[in-house]
């Protein structure tokens, strides 16, 4: 699948901001630096950074409604910090050994460290949103509060086996508040009208759904090799991923009292796992997905034309979702 | 000893200020009121609550300085949610099971949510500084990365066996930020000249000191039964307090040897910490912090007589000073 246009362009940027930012002495900031994957003698862009989507949308948005791409910068690189910082926690939350084929941070230097590395970076995350402004980092603060709770919702192992209203609910706040941060920062930069950040809040809203649905059925269906995260690894950390459920909607009775009995396990084996995935299947709940993915898209499409964004930016915006909800890794 | 007046004097509004800023629905809200002594039923201002030392220090300063209480408020809260997450985080990264005689929050709702709860109390509580301004959310933001870093070089286990002055270094950072923080929260509400909140910040770093030596010292030769932790918690951890920075300077060869090898240990016996009570003993430890103790104790005087306070507001936090130095919990 081609990479999107827009995902290689401010990559430069961002990555120097990010070292930048990253750059003082002591312990702390170098298992920071290990995070984002600056390691020294590492050429800053050829790393083991993700996609940067989040800065990215900041920048591309800023500069598509006439705001300047280095006034943006600090707002983009609190967002991208903070997406980070959570996934310094979320590793350990959920014990997870590697991310993006490396050691994650707790499993290298030790769950207190870990903490206490991701709390550093949520505080110089707000500081760079500030460095723009009272309200970039008002919106910085309101997206974290959100994804924070989110992710409360996620951990919450009373609710395990959730339907879907619920898993909507959840991923609106985990996933969706930064990506509709993004929009909104990026029209605060350039001081965009009220109604323009609100519309752009909602293309955020759907294309985060799209990604996050994306991002579950990968987990179950995906290769691998390609996603960098074993197949079945949801479900052996029986996560509230969308097939599931769905699995638990659509699933017919006998099923249905066999995969509630799975995800109340507290370990599930590789026979289980494939019980489950079978399960899954019988339900359709992987063509019921990527429905939802195509829903998810085309609204988000819809919100996107009544931007004042150029005909070009719009394109190159749908380039870059539609990616984002068909990509195989 | 004598409960100082200035303790007294801000605790309801501080207490229904943080019910306020705490009251949202859900878990995570849940367990910080949990975590702060907010629970349900109960007088917030006869609770669990520590002293509301810091939130007490902003309001009094401002106040001080011809400042409103009531527009310093919302500073005020924020450091004591910034103060508080980092217990909680602490609890975790320490094994700590009770805290002020209840479950610390790990213990009671588990280490992932505990994580997630600290996160969400960092984030509100850099909103609340934000209400008041970008000066006060940037002064407690560096605050807040200044304490975070001294607490990674009070996790780090390379240098479990400290000098004093390495000690000092930490302390001044994990403990200090946020007293100094205090004081510079306080003269940005009250619009202070630059001078004056320096002066006031040197009054800060010299408390703060004072303070946690001062807490050392109760960590081996207090009263475990007014301090609500157990005596010898500290060394059993062999966390870096001072009495054992000095002890490891001023201990006989043979003494400093013994002491080098228990520090190197995963865990002490109950045997073992009496040794290393004896040492410390042996080495005039507690003598010498109790030195420290009056001489910054001192000089955060000599800096408070120049700050432009009224006669009564100079004794008033003369009084507190000196109970923070000399008291028994």
């Known amino acids: 699948m081609r990479w999107p246009t827009i995902l290689a362009r401010y990559r430069r940027q961002v990555t120097v901001g990010l070292a930048d930012v990253l750059h003082s002495e002591g312990f702390l900031y170098s298992i920071l630096r290990y995070h984002v994957g600056l390691e020294d003698g590492q050429d800053p862009v050829n790393n083991h950074m993700g996609k940067l989507l989040r800065p990215t949308l900041v920048l591309f948005t800023a500069e598509q409604l006439g705001g300047e791409v280095g006034q943006a910068l600090p707002a983009a690189l609190g967002l991208e910090l903070i997406h980070n910082f959570s996934l310094i926690h979320d590793d350990v939350q959920d014990g997870d050994k590697t991310r993006r084929g490396r050691p994650t941070v707790w499993n290298r230097y ?3 460290q870990a903490i206490n590395a991701g709390d550093l970076m949520q505080s110089l995350a707000v500081a760079q949103a500030l460095r723009v402004g009272q309200d970039a980092a008002k919106t910085l ?5 959100e994804m924070i709770e989110g992710q409360g919702l996620d951990l919450d192992a009373a609710g395990q086996a959730v339907g879907v209203e619920p898993y909507l609910e959840m991923i609106d706040k985990k996933t ?4 509709r941060c993004a929009f909104q920062l ?3 930069v350039a001081a965009a009208p009220a109604g323009v950040e609100e519309t752009l809040a909602k293309v955020g809203q759907e294309l985060g759904r799209a990604f996050q649905i994306r991002d579950d059925l990968l987990g179950v269906w995906g290769d691998g090799a390609l996603t960098g995260k074993p197949q079945g ?5 029986r996560k509230k991923t969308l097939p599931v459920a769905i699995a638990l909607s659509s699933a017919r009775a006998a099923d249905r009292a066999d995969l509630e009995r799975l995800y109340d396990k507290k370990t599930l084996t590789d026979k289980e796992i494939d019980r489950v995935i079978e399960i899954m299947n019988k339900s359709g709940a992987r063509q019921a997905g990527e429905q939802m993915v195509i829903e998810h898209l085309k609204r988000a499409r819809e919100y996107l034309v009544q931007v004042p964004f150029s005909t070009t930016g719009r394109q ?8 984002l909800a068909e990509r195989d890794q």
């Open 110 to 112: 030790g769950v207190a």
């Open 141 to 145: 603060l309101a997206a974290t509060i």
């Open 176 to 179: 969706g508040a930064l990506i």
């Open 186 to 188: 990026g029209s605060i």
């Open 233 to 237: 690894s949801d479900i052996r950390r």
């Open 316 to 323: 190159e915006m749908g380039e870059l979702m539609q990616y």
